[in-house]
C-alpha cells in the first residue's frame, strides 16, 4: 500500500526518497582501503596529535576541535571516564557523523575497563602464588626457567641452521610499503617469533628463518625498528631473535643464484620442496596491496632468480583471493618441505584461511591441460 506521503511526492513529480547528504572534507594525505572501509589516519605524515597540528587541513583542525567538544560533553555528563591517546584521537577523525563517534568512544572505554580487569586478575593470581611460595624462590625459579628455554631455543635453532633447508625473508621491499604496512609486517614477524619458538617443542624439525636485504642496516631498517619498540621492548637484543641470521646483506651474497627461488603468485611453475631450491618470501602485508605479487615478480625478474608458486589453487567461491600472511607462508613452506604433502602442510593454517589444496602433480596437470 502507498502511503499519502508517498502519492504526493509522485504526483508532484518530487523524489521519493531521502538522498544522503555527504560532508565534503580536505584531507592532507590520500586514503586508504582496509578491510573495505576508507581510512585516512594514521598515515605516513601524520602518525600524532603533533604531526596533525603541523600538516592537517584548517577543515581537518575545525573536525578535531569538534570531536574534542563532544567527548568533553560526554566525560561531562559522566558517560566517560578515559583519557584518549594520539592514536585513538586520529581514529575517530576517520568517523563523520557524531553517532558514529560515541560509538567509537563506547568502544575505547569498554577495551580500557577490560584491560583494568585482566591487569586485576593478574595481580590477584601473582598474589596467590606469591602465598604459595616466598617470592625472591619464585623469581629464582622463574630466571632458571627463563634461561633454561633460551638456551634450549638457541640450541635447537643450531642444530637447524646445520641440518634444515632454510627460509629466507627478504626485507628489500620495506621502501615500497607505507607506514601502516610496515606496522603489520613487524606484527607478522612478530608472529613468526612465536611460531619459530613452538617448533622447538614440535616432533617436526625447528624453522630455519633468515632475514636479509635489512636495509639500510639492521638497527635503522624501519621493520625492525618497528618489532623492537612495539613487540620485544627497546632494550632487547636481536641476538635474542630466534633467527638463524639478521643480516644486510642479499640472499645473492649468501647462497649462489641457482639455488634460490622467489615464493610469487605470478609464477607458473609450482614450488616441489628440495627440487626448486632455497625459497624467498618477501615481507609485505597480506590482504592490503593487491600488487604484491607483482612486487616480488618484478624483483625475482630483475635479480634473474626463478619463480614459483606455492602448491594450492584458491577456492574459486570466494568473492576475492585469499592471501597468507608471511609467518602463515612460513609455517606451511616449512610443513611441506618437512612432508611433501600440500594437504598435510594446508593443516597448519588457521580454519578461516583454509585453501584448497591439491597433490601437486595433479595441479600441474591441471594448469597444463
Known sequence: MWSIKLLGRKLTGTNCY????????????PSLSVNGKTVFYPTDKIRNLE????????????????????????????????ELSDLQWLLLMNLDTAKARRKKFRIFQMRQ??????????????????????ADITLFYKHIYTATER??????????????????????????LVYKEILAVAGQIQSLVAAINASVYEPSPTLNVILCNVKPSVEENEVIKIL????????????????SLVTEKSYLELFPREDLVYLTEDARKYYYPGDDGIPIIGAMEDQKRSDSA?????????????TCKLPFKYDKTRSRPL????NQIVEYVAKLNFTHDPVQAGDVLPSKKRIQNDNINEVEDNENG
Not at 230 to 235: A, F, I, K, Q
Not at 294 to 303: C, E, I, N, V
Open 51 to 82: 604531526d596533525f597540528e603541523k600538516f592537517a587541513s584548517p577543515e581537518e583542525k575545525e573536525l578535531l576541535q569538534k570531536v574534542q567538544s563532544e567527548y568533553q560533553a560526554l566525560r561531562a555528563m559522566g558517560r566517560l571516564e578515559i
Open 18 to 29: 531521502r538522498m544522503k547528504n555527504h560532508w565534503s572534507r580536505l584531507f592532507s594525505s
Open 151 to 176: 638456551l634450549l631455543i638457541k640450541n635447537r635453532v643450531a642444530q637447524a641452521m646445520m641440518l634444515e633447508d632454510p627460509i629466507l625473508i627478504d626485507l628489500g621491499l620495506t621502501d615500497k
Open 113 to 134: 575497563r577490560e584491560r583494568i580487569l585482566d591487569k586485576a586478575r593478574e595481580s590477584e593470581s601473582e598474589e596467590k602464588e606469591e602465598e604459595l611460595m616466598p
Open 294 to 306: 607483482k612486487l616480488s615478480f618484478k624483483r625475482a625478474f630483475k635479480d634473474d632468480i626463478i
Open 228 to 243: 623492537r619498540m612495539r613487540h620485544l621492548g627497546r632494550n632487547a637484543r636481536l641476538e635474542d631473535l630466534p633467527f
Open 323 to 326: 592471501r597468507l600472511a608471511l
